[in-house]
C-alpha cells in the first residue's frame, strides 16, 4: 500500500533517529486508524516533544542483537573541503528544513489571527448592541413595569437605548389629558432611539411640564413623539428603530433598522402640536 | 526504579497515558493499534497516536516495556518485569488514594446531613 501524503507529512516532524525506530510501526498504525485533525495535531505536538526531547530517542532494538559500539570516527571534514556543510541524510528533514517551517507556521499563524480579528470586526451584532434585536417583552407586562407607560410617558428601555412611546396615549397626555391606553397596537407604537441626532449626547426622559424631551447638550428639543422643534441645533427628529409585536405578544425592537427622524422644515409640518408654543424648551 | 523516566512524576503530562498503556500491556502484548483500541474499550477515553509514541518511547527509555520481534510492520510490546513492579506501586498508591477520598467523602455528606 502506498503511503498517503498526510501520513507522511506528519511524520516527517518527527527527527530521524526516531522515524528510524518508530517510523514503519507509527505508519502501520497511521494506515489502520487514519488520523483526523485532533490526531493530527497530536501527532505534530508528539513530534515537537520527541524533537526538544532527544534523551527519548531510543536504543537498538532487541531484536537487532547486542548493542553496536559506536565506532571511533575519523574526522568528518577532510581538510580540503573545509566550510561545506554535510547534507543530511536523505529524506530526513534538516535543522534549516526544520527551523525554515517553524518560521513558515508562526507566519501562518499570524496572518491567520489577523484574518480572524479582522473578520471578528466586521460580524454584525447579533445578540448585545447596536444592530441587535431586543425583546422588550410582552406590553401586560411592561405595563406592569411601568404603570404610567398605559398614560402616555415613555418606557425606557436601556439596553437598546431606546424610548418605547405609546403613541395615542401620549399624545393625549401632551395635551393634558387623562387617558389610559394599556394595548396599544404595533402601529401606535414607536421606538425612539435616545441618541440625540446632533452630536449623540443621550436625550434625557420627557420633561414634566411641557411633555418634552430637551437634550441637555445643546437643547435640541423634540415633541412627545420625536419630531424636532424650534430650539437646538439639531436638523432632524429623533431617530427611529423598526418595531413589530411578534406572535407571542413580544414587543421586539430591531435596532439595524433605523429610521431617520424628519427633518426639521418648520411648524406646519409637524404632524403633532402640543399646546405650548413652538419655539420654548425644557428647562 | 528511581532512575529512567518510570516515576510518574517525571512523565509529566504523558503520566496518565502511560498508566494506560502499561495497564493494557499488563494483560498482554501488543501493538500499538491494539493498544489504543483496547485503551479506548477499558478506559473510555483514546489515546492520540502521537501521545501513545511518546508514552511507548519513555516506557521503553524507562526499561518498563519492552519490543518484541515481529513478522509484520506492526510491532508488539511487552511489559517487563520492572515495568510490571512499577504498575503495581502506582496501583497501590491510586488504592490509597482511593480509600482516603472515599472516607473523606463519607464524612463530608454525613456532615452534610447532620
Redesign the interface.
Known amino acids: 500500500m502506498k503511503t498517503p501524503r498526510l501520513h507522511r507529512f506528519l511524520i516527517s516532524w518527527y527527527p530521524a533517529p ?1 522515524r528510524e525506530r ?1 517510523g ?7 494506515e ?2 487514519p ?1 483526523g485533525l ?2 493530527a ?7 515537537l ?2 524533537r526538544i526531547h532527544p ?4 536504543g537498538p ?3 537487532a542483537g547486542p548493542p553496536v559500539v559506536p565506532e571511533l570516527r575519523p574526522p568528518s571534514v577532510p581538510l580540503g573541503s573545509y566550510g561545506v556543510v554535510p547534507s543530511p541524510p536523505a529524506g530526513a528533514m534538516s535543522r534549516r528544513a526544520f527551523m525554515r517551517r517553524m518560521v513558515g507556521a508562526g507566519a501562518a499563524l499570524l496572518s491567520l489571527e489577523f484574518l480572524g480579528g479582522t473578520l471578528a470586526f466586521l460580524w454584525p451584532q447579533f445578540r448585545s448592541g447596536l444592530g441587535a434585536k431586543f425583546r422588550l417583552g410582552r406590553l401586560a407586562d411592561i405595563v406592569v413595569q411601568q404603570p404610567s407607560f398605559a398614560t402616555g410617558w415613555p418606557f425606557s428601555y436601556a439596553p437598546a437605548r431606546a424610548f418605547l412611546v405609546n403613541v395615542p396615549a401620549a399624545k393625549a397626555l401632551a395635551l393634558g389629558q387623562e387617558v389610559s391606553i394599556p394595548d396599544p397596537t404595533a402601529d401606535q407604537l414607536l421606538a425612539l432611539w435616545r441618541k440625540c441626532p446632533h452630536l449623540g449626547c443621550q436625550v434625557p426622559s420627557l420633561c414634566e411640564t411641557l411633555k418634552r424631551f430637551t437634550c441637555r447638550c445643546h437643547g435640541s428639543t423634540y415633541n412627545i413623539i420625536g419630531e424636532k422643534l424650534k430650539e437646538g441645533p439639531a436638523e432632524r427628529g429623533m431617530d427611529r428603530f423598526a418595531l413589530e409585536i411578534d406572535d407571542d405578544g413580544i414587543v421586539v425592537i430591531d435596532t439595524a433598522l433605523i429610521v431617520a427622524g424628519a427633518p426639521n422644515l418648520g411648524q406646519e409640518y409637524l404632524t403633532f402640536a402640543d399646546p405650548f408654543p413652538y419655539d420654548i424648551k425644557c428647562e | 526504579m528511581g532512575d529512567g ?1 518510570s516515576q510518574a512524576s517525571e512523565l509529566g503530562r504523558f503520566a496518565e497515558p502511560a498508566m494506560l498503556v502499561l495497564v493494557s500491556l499488563s494483560a498482554s502484548p501488543k ?3 491494539a493498544i ?1 483500541t483496547d485503551v479506548e474499550a477499558f478506559g473510555a477515553t483514546s489515546l ?7 508514552v ?3 516506557l ?2 524507562g526499561g518498563l516495556i ?4 515481529s513478522d ?4 508488539p510490546y511487552r511489559l517487563t518485569a520492572a515495568g510490571a513492579a512499577a504498575l503495581a506501586d502506582q496501583l497501590a498508591e491510586m488504592g490509597r488514594f482511593l480509600r482516603i477520598g472515599r472516607m473523606r467523602l463519607r464524612g463530608a455528606t454525613e456532615g452534610a446531613d447532620r
Open positions: 526516531w518508530y514503519a510501526e507509527f505508519l502501520a498504525l497511521l489502520e486508524r488520523p485532533r490526531q495535531l497530536d501527532i505534530v505536538s508528539a513530534a516533544d520527541a534523551q527519548l530517542r531510543p532494538l532487541l531484536a | 523516566p501493538h500499538g493499534y489504543m492520540g497516536p502521537g501521545t501513545l509514541y511518546a511507548l518511547a519513555r521503553e527509555a519492552e519490543p518484541l520481534e509484520d510492520r506492526r510491532r
